[in-house]
């Protein structure tokens, strides 16, 4: 890199007065060690959409460091770039961190989704030093032979009302726009964000019932080919249980829930309610006001040049 000597000469009171004021960095902050972990799954990041939780992606990954790190599926959406590009500074800052990782020898897989399915014709290449596949079989620490795989595939023999079908599709989008709305008048009033769409998972028998079989049929599929347990994701709808002698780990999504799974080096699976992780607000609240005050400054430096 190219060294420069440093000229600056002392300023008098009266020139010094009118001197820029520095830019604070927003990426200046104190470090704090990373957690370490074996593995980390995270699925249906959803880039390229409205209600994509980028920057809360971004800050789970620079909490923890792992030597495996799968991306379990609809990390882009190809669906919505269809009818449109929406794409934000925070959705390049995952796709810089996700190539650094890969190039500092982490193991990253890119499991294909149904959003992402443009990328299955890719299967078994790779992208940088990141592998595209459409399953992957993974092993833990503790030996448990795990199906890694996006879960679209047992829709299949999922029994779903056509109701249901319709609300999974086109009435989900509309959940989304809505709750959009009602959580940008909660936090105007100071209240934190509220998810229409979990609710409904949680209090509406048919989205239950849904779920339920869904779960079933990933577990039932996995268990039929010799396998101790799956990871999966789709439905948007985080867990972490044994069903029938299988081991079902659902990572949920980074659009409502913020949610993933990792692996620790004994071979334990432990899902993360990102979210709700001790620090997380501290950390992001932090973070906004010191984008607040560089662009302060910014406008400052701005206005002192113009006069």
């Known amino acids: 890199m190219r060294e420069f000597k440093d000229l600056s000469q002392p300023y008098s009171s009266a020139v010094a007065s009118q001197t820029k004021p ?7 902050k104190p470090f ?7 593995s980390i799954f995270i699925s249906d990041v959803h880039l390229g959409t409205k209600d994509c939780k980028a920057s809360e992606l971004n800050d789970f990954l620079k909490h923890y460091s792992c030597q495996n790190l799968f991306l379990v599926g609809d990390i882009f959406d190809g669906w919505k770039m269809r009818t449109g590009i929406y794409w934000k500074n925070s959705f390049n800052r995952v796709i810089r961190r996700l190539l650094k990782l890969s190039k500092q020898g982490i193991n990253v897989y890119y499991i294909t989704g149904n959003h992402d399915e443009f990328l299955r014709k890719y299967a078994n290449n790779r992208f940088e030093n990141i592998k595209i596949v459409n399953r992957y079989t993974h092993l833990t620490a503790d030996n448990k032979k795990l199906l890694v795989i996006h879960g679209d595939q047992f829709e299949s023999v999922t029994h779903c009302s056509k109701f249901w079908k319709f609300v999974g599709d086109f009435g989900y989008d509309i959940l989304m726009s809505l709750n959009r709305w009602h959580n940008f008048g909660r936090n105007r009033l100071g209240f934190g964000n509220w998810s229409l769409s979990a609710y409904l998972k949680k209090n509406n028998k048919t989205a239950r019932n849904y779920i339920s079989n869904y779960e079933k049929a990933v577990a039932y599929g996995a268990g039929r080919q010799d396998y101790d347990g799956v990871v999966c994701g789709h439905i948007h ?18 659009v409502e829930s913020c949610t993933a799974i990792s692996e620790s080096f ?15 607000h501290m950390r992001m609240e932090k973070k906004k006001r010191r984008k607040q005050a560089h662009k302060k400054a910014a406008r400052t430096q701005k206005q002192q040049e113009e006069a």
């Open 22 to 28: 520095s830019l604070p960095s927003p990426e200046d």
């Open 32 to 38: 704090h060690p990373k957690e370490k972990v074996r």
């Open 237 to 254: 709808h985080a867990a972490l249980k044994e069903i029938d002698g299988v081991h079902y780990y659902n990572t949920g999504d980074w």
């Open 266 to 280: 004994n071979g334990e699976m432990k899902l993360h309610h990102w979210l709700s992780e001790p620090g997380h």
